[in-house]
């Protein structure tokens, strides 16, 4: 079945560092995309979407960059801090009746 | 505003011994959602419902796993029986509709079971 996928299963940042964690997607029919945040013992907590008539959207200190070329999600954080440090999935949707699927997450550590 | 509430927060059993797992969505949401997570698998879909109604249930692993949603405030997860495999973290999400489109999924803190 198609899925979603990560490239990095665990990054390392320094504190203020800039951090990128990508997603590769393989169902070209899906056409909106959300970053979780999850920290430990919690649920996971929206972050920032995106939908497929897009290829960059900002939030606060996030930003989401879309390639539907080369079926690619990043999420970048800017000036990195200790409260980033958490497990980060990609989810992918679409037309049909709000069912997401996510992605293994990558796992953000951020050294002080 | 109170988010999704689920309940109990953890729980210990032993293999053979049924479960129950409780999760209140948040008000006004039409959509509400199962996943099961854990290291080797991550977050899996079990099965959602929209508007009380089961959608799609693919994702439920067998006929020991049950749902229901008797009414737009409170859904039930029930395993029976159990067994050590089912030790996971479940998670209840919920979400308003959006037309068309997908729409934020707001978690719970999640169930975490262990079955001995």
């Known amino acids: 079945g198609e899925s979603v996928g990560l490239h990095l299963p665990t990054l390392s940042v320094q504190e203020g560092d800039n951090s990128i964690i990508n997603c590769a997607y393989s169902?070209?029919?899906?056409?909106?995309f959300i970053w979780y945040k999850q920290e430990s013992g919690k649920g996971p907590q929206f972050i920032i979407d995106i939908r497929s008539n897009m290829d960059k959207r900002q939030g606060q200190r996030v930003t989401v960059l879309l390639n539907k070329t080369v079926k690619h999600l990043s999420l970048q954080i800017a000036a990195t801090q200790p409260g980033d440090s958490a497990v980060y999935f990609c989810a992918e949707g679409g037309r049909a009746g709000n069912k997401l699927t996510f992605g293994g997450g990558t796992r953000v550590l951020v050294k002080p | 505003d109170a988010g999704v509430i689920q309940s109990p927060r953890h729980e210990v059993t032993e293999m053979g011994q049924e479960v129950t797992l409780r999760c209140k969505p948040i008000s006004g949401h039409d959509y509400l959602f199962w996943y099961r997570q854990t290291m080797m698998r991550g977050l899996e879909l079990l099965i959602y419902f929209n508007n009380n109604v089961p959608i799609d249930d693919s994702g439920m692993p067998e006929d020991r796993f049950s749902a229901k949603m008797p009414n737009a405030s409170f859904s039930t997860l029930k395993i029976q029986p159990s067994e050590p495999r089912d030790s996971a973290v479940y998670f209840c999400?919920?979400?308003?509709?959006?037309?068309?489109?997908?729409?934020?999924?707001?978690f719970g803190e999640g169930s975490r079971l262990t079955v001995l």
């Open positions: 169902n070209s029919a899906s056409d909106y």
């Open positions: 999400a919920s979400s308003p509709s959006r037309g068309s489109y997908t729409g934020e999924l707001f």
